[in-house]
């Protein structure tokens, strides 16, 4: 065998070594980067996923806060529609009563004739 051919050929076996190589250090990367991807906290929570406990502790805290404030907006309205309940039996109340005053009314200038 000629020195170029034995060049040629040392070439492509150490570059087909560098491609096996290179295959075997990116599946290593690979298998290392799913063992990674696949572990878990004590909560069952894949650890990659960041997670915020303060930012949990703080939406616990806001949905108290707006179920508190639902009720008080259901107790207001309540009273409000209690408020207006009372409101319109006044409204009959007067109505009764400015009734009655009218015919008392006519019934005083019937008798003084006018």
Do not use: C
Request: no cysteine; proline share 1%; charged share 30%.
């Amino acid at each position: 065998m000629d020195v170029p051919t034995l060049l040629l050929e040392s070439f492509i076996g150490v570059g087909m070594a560098g491609i096996i190589y290179g295959l075997f250090t990116i599946h290593s990367k690979i298998k290392d980067l799913w063992e990674w991807h696949n572990k878990e906290d004590e909560e069952g929570v894949k650890v990659w996923y960041t997670r915020n406990k303060n930012m949990e502790d703080v939406l616990e805290k806001m949905s108290d806060v707006i179920e508190h404030m639902d009720r008080r907006e259901e107790r207001a309205l309540i009273i409000q529609n209690e408020t207006i309940r009372g409101l319109q039996e006044h409204t009959n109340a007067i109505t009764k009563l400015v009734a009655v005053v009218e015919a008392l009314t006519a019934i005083t200038l019937r008798r003084n004739g006018k």
